[in-house]
């Protein structure tokens, strides 16, 4: 009996704790010594052509933050792709607004951690907070900031790490956000860098979203993914484009699949001509779009056609990849992380 009323009192005692003290004290000292101005809207938001994690992260990181008794707001830098949209209409999410330059605002920089992948005019905003899973690059601040950087798959991981560490409570929609991002950014927990913690986690929040087969959720949003439908072929090679600094060159390196509804030759065409179309906004040296070629062929090999413009891209491109067939790189498939961004670093390095 006395254990029984013991443990009652302690129950009692938790619960009253959750429900008066949100936060954890340490969490909530940094949030407090690095909250603006009263009054002043903090912004948060994912890197350029904005994908599933960047999306999910910034939403659900400006609702942890906000439930904190930090107002935050999440943004986006531009036109959702397909798959991100997938996973909106999903859940019944609004797309948040645009942001069309940060210059003078107060911004949570999520999932990235590097101006060249920021919108516009992030090296004149007051960034306060860095949530982020990338190789830190070139990323300064002259104040001091909370800074949080991990080796794991997903920001979404990190995000809810945030959620348990500050007992608050996340709610379904929410739940299933972040789940998708996890799927999303480590190819369903297969791609190499996802770890343990990405595993446990992405099966709580399906658990929590209701996801009763993750596999199949996974696989009809990686199908609304590789759709194109109402896409211009401008925004297909823009949709999947991360710029980086190499040796002081900037470059951009995109990703666009086949689909085997297209005509190869054509599309190959296509993608070029979009290249150069894009090409002056993007505001870099070259640009390299890796374009993979899935083959359903038994004995064929999937591979990448790797596609370069601006003046000087075919010699740094050539030097990577040196095997061309009839006027193209064709490589086996190729990983932008694990595979282009290693040898652009080591091509552009011999270039100085
Ligand atoms: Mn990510």
Same mark, same amino acid.
């Given at each position: 009996m006395k254990r029984i009323i013991f443990l009652l009192i302690a129950i009692a005692l938790v619960c009253t704790g959750c429900a008066t003290s949100k936060g954890d004290a340490y969490s909530m000292s940094l949030y407090q010594a690095a909250a603006p101005e009263e009054g002043t809207t903090t912004y948060v938001i994912g890197h350029k052509a904005p994908d599933t994690d960047t999306v999910a992260s910034a939403i659900a990181y400006a609702k942890l933050k906000t439930a904190l008794g930090f107002p935050s707001v999440p943004v986006i830098s531009g036109k959702l792709n397909n798959e991100t949209k997938f996973v909106l209409d999903y859940f019944k999410v609004e797309t948040p607004e645009i942001l069309d330059s940060a210059a003078g605002k107060t911004m949570i920089m999520v999932d990235h951690a590097t101006i060249m992948q920021a919108i516009d005019g992030m090296d004149k905003a007051n960034v306060i907070e860095v949530l982020d899973h990338?190789?830190? @690059?070139g990323f300064t601040s002259p104040e001091t900031i909370i800074y949080k950087g991990a080796?794991?798959? @997903?920001?979404a991981s990190m995000v809810y790490h945030e959620y348990k560490v500050n007992h608050v409570r996340l709610d379904k929609i929410t739940a299933g956000l972040l789940a998708a991002a996890i799927m999303s950014d480590t190819s369903n927990l297969k791609?190499?860098?996802?770890t343990d913690i990405d595993r446990k986690y992405l099966e709580e929040l399906c658990k929590r979203a209701g996801i009763q087969k993750p596999k199949a959720f996974y696989k009809a949003m990686n199908k609304a993914g590789d759709s194109y439908e109402g896409m211009t072929d401008e925004e297909i090679v823009e949709g999947n484009c991360k710029v980086y600094d190499f040796s002081g060159h900037h470059v951009a390196v995109a990703g666009v699949d086949w689909l085997e509804e297209n005509d190869l030759p054509d599309f190959v065409a296509r993608m070029e001509k979009a290249m150069a179309n894009a090409y002056p906004k993007l505001g870099v040296e070259h640009f390299f779009v890796k374009l993979d070629v899935d083959t359903d062929v038994e004995g064929k090999e999937d591979y990448t056609i790797f596609l370069y413009y601006g003046d000087g891209a075919e010699k740094i491109a050539l030097k990577c990849f040196p095997a061309m067939v009839d006027g193209h790189i064709v490589t086996a498939k190729l990983n932008r992380s694990k595979d282009i961004v290693p040898a652009l670093t080591e091509a552009y390095k011999s270039e100085l």
């Open positions: 990338h190789p830190m @690059a080796p794991i798959g @997903a920001t791609k190499e860098r996802t």
